[in-house]
């Protein structure tokens, strides 16, 4: 592709990693950093990552504050260091924005020794997350959990259905008795009113010349219809408690059913004390390569830089020409005593482990401080769940209450009436002899039919009414069993959707790593490529090789097979193929390579062409023999 001028501009750093100051210019195409083993190159490359976003970069082990600046055109890119209270605080306007950006630049464009990458391939790690962490399918997942919500919605008020339909036939059995017992009682009803009618008849004949039935019978009356109807409003309102003390029953039993609250303070206290610990981590990872980064300066600046060449694979001894007479001791700026220069570049080396323990045990703290966060929100749930119960119970106990005490007040009516109606009767009886018995008898007989007709037809319009109310839910279950399975497609193309994205994403991945593996061209590492697994809902993407032997046989190998050097080969492979699958250079303008010795110069040269007509400007650290096999036409920096 065709360099623009965009990236043309200055690059200053000052107090970070080993360097107290250096100002170069910053070109499109391919910068060559030549030079030995700590001679700042590592924290040059860091300083770069600095400008465009990341927070790999440390401030000087002496100095209280650095910063970078990238001045492109017009425009000028900072990142600024400060230590405060211990700890090493970043700001200024990077050239990357978006903290995914960054992230990406992370994963496939800076590709450091410590590229988490790279490292995730050498240990043996599920590249799963790796691959698909650029990638975005937080939309698809939230789509994901809404029509599982959907789906089980659905099923609850399938189940609902299903639990009405079974209650149907019950439904209409007792609507059918209820028209039978109202046949019945109205048949009683028309030969007690008919005997009533002929009973008063005869009186009337009897006693032509006698006044009409007075006051009290009149009173009488009123008073038992108003007992009928206090009675019945007596039943309705303990039909109500019955089904309230049932639904209380079974809202306790869900409550019960409830896990206890817990309290969240120990939630909250843990995930205080891990974000305290993660950073305090930082300040540690910061602080480690402050001091790995001063080491190293320390060993360059006292003369006392050692080279590791490679010879069949194996690290050489250090040159001896490094000093006079070939001694290699310094003066080790902790107490002052004479070292050799071996023994301090093993503490450093020491010192980078240290620092990726760290890192790692940063990543746990993370992951617990993720899995805290849900153990949270379910709690809160939990707790909603349960006030929510808490709340309809007290509701229902107040409407509960409220009803036993109209109860008690109806049946203090209803005494009273029956005090009123037992004196009227008395008056009545005592006024009309013994002849008016029967009309008395066959009155309240023909009350306590019609009592009993009212409350069956008002049973028989209650069954009717949930007849009615069930049916037409159950009219509903086509349509629902309809949006259910509609539900269930989307869900099913949803996952195939995100499997499509995963399948894709390895797709490329292994067709890059072929490119990259084609490029490098090794007699004995025939293919690399990721292979998906799962177990449910547990996915890993892990890493397959095919090697060959001398005599040309063919075999599968793993990562824990091979050497130290094939392992950083492999991770790089893995590395560059992700930069060339997430298309990094559209966003991400350079790559920056270090650490690459286990790859033979003439293979970094190839490399190096290939990904010049990707990424607008390369920045590779190189020791002087590999420079050697790279072009001319490269821009050199052999001083920092």
Request: glycine residues 4%; proline residues 2%; hydrophobic residues 35%.
């Amino acid at each position: 592709m065709a360099l623009s001028q965009s990236l043309s501009g200055t690059v200053h750093v000052q107090n970070l990693g080993g360097i107290d100051e250096t100002e170069l210019r910053f070109e499109p195409g391919t910068t060559v950093l030549t030079g030995r083993n700590a001679t700042n190159r590592t924290s040059l490359l860091r300083a770069i990552m600095a400008a465009f976003g990341s927070d790999r970069a440390s401030l000087k082990a002496d100095a209280e504050a650095g910063q970078v600046s990238l001045e492109l055109g017009e425009e000028t890119f900072t990142r600024t260091f400060q230590r405060e209270n211990g700890t090493v605080v970043t700001g200024g306007d990077p050239y990357l924005e978006d903290p995914q950006d960054v992230e990406l630049a992370e994963l496939f464009a800076f590709l450091l020794e410590s590229n988490e990458a790279r490292r995730a391939v050498a240990r043996g790690d599920d590249l799963r997350e790796l691959i698909m962490r650029p990638v975005d399918t937080e939309e698809i997942e939230a789509e994901i959990r809404r029509a599982r919500r959907e789906r089980e919605r659905l099923d609850e008020e399938l189940g609902e259905l299903d639990d009405l339909a079974d209650r149907l036939p019950a439904l209409e059995r007792r609507r059918q008795e209820l028209r039978t017992e109202i046949e019945d009682v109205e048949a009683e009803l028309a030969e007690k009113r008919a005997e009533l009618d002929e009973t008063n008849a005869t009186a009337e004949a009897a006693e032509a010349d006698q006044p009409s039935q007075d006051a009290a019978m009149e009173r009488l009356q009123a008073e038992r219809s108003e007992f009928n109807r206090v009675r019945q409003r007596l039943e309705t309102e303990r039909e109500s408690v019955t089904a309230l003390e049932g639904e209380l029953e079974e809202l306790r039993a869900e409550l019960d059913e409830l896990p206890d609250a817990e309290d969240g303070a120990d939630v909250e206290g843990r995930l205080e004390g891990l974000r305290e610990r993660q950073s305090r981590l930082d300040g540690v990872v910061t602080e480690l390569q402050s001091i790995i980064e001063f080491n190293e300066k320390l060993l360059e600046g006292s003369g006392g830089a050692l080279d590791r060449l490679l010879e069949d694979g194996e690290a050489a001894a250090p040159t001896a020409e490094l000093l006079p007479d070939g001694e290699q001791e310094t003066v080790c700026w902790t107490c002052g005593s004479t070292v050799e220069g071996g023994q301090i570049e093993a503490a450093i080396e020491r010192l980078r482990d240290v620092r990726q323990e760290t890192l790692e045990e940063r990543a746990a703290v993370r992951a617990e401080i993720d899995e805290l966060t849900t153990t949270r929100r379910e709690r809160r749930e939990r707790r909603e769940e349960r006030e929510r119960l808490q709340r309809r119970i007290e509701r229902t106990e107040s409407e509960l209450a409220d009803r036993r005490e109209r109860i008690a007040d109806l049946e203090t009516e209803r005494t009273d009436l029956e005090t009123r109606i037992e004196e009227l009767e008395d008056e009545v009886a005592a006024r009309q002899a013994d002849e008016q018995d029967e009309l008395l008898e066959l009155n309240r007989a023909v009350n306590e039919l019609e009592f009993e007709r009212d409350r069956l037809r008002g049973d028989r319009e209650d069954v009717e009414a949930e007849i009615e109310a069930v049916q037409s839910r159950l009219d509903r279950r086509e349509q629902l069993e309809a949006d259910r399975e509609a539900v269930a497609a989307e869900l099913e193309e949803l996952r195939e959707r995100i499997q499509q994205i995963e399948n894709d994403a390895v797709e490329r991945f292994n067709r890059h790593m072929a490119e990259v593996l084609e490029i490098l061209d090794y007699d004995n590492l025939e293919r690399i490529w990721i292979d998906r697994r799962s177990d449910g809902e547990d996915k890993r993407f892990e890493l397959e090789i095919v090697r060959s032997d001398p005599d040309g046989a063919v075999f599968e190998d793993t990562i824990a097979h091979l050497s130290e050097s094939e392992r950083e080969v492999t991770g790089l492979v893995f590395a560059l193929a992700g930069y060339l699958v997430h298309e990094v250079h559209e966003t991400v303008p350079v790559m920056l390579l270090d650490s690459i010795e286990a790859i033979d110069s003439e293979r970094i040269a190839s490399l190096l062409e290939y990904f010049a007509e990707y990424a607008e400007s390369i920045v590779v650290a190189l020791l002087p023999e590999d420079a050697a096999a790279v072009s001319e036409d490269y821009r050199y920096i052999r001083e920092i």
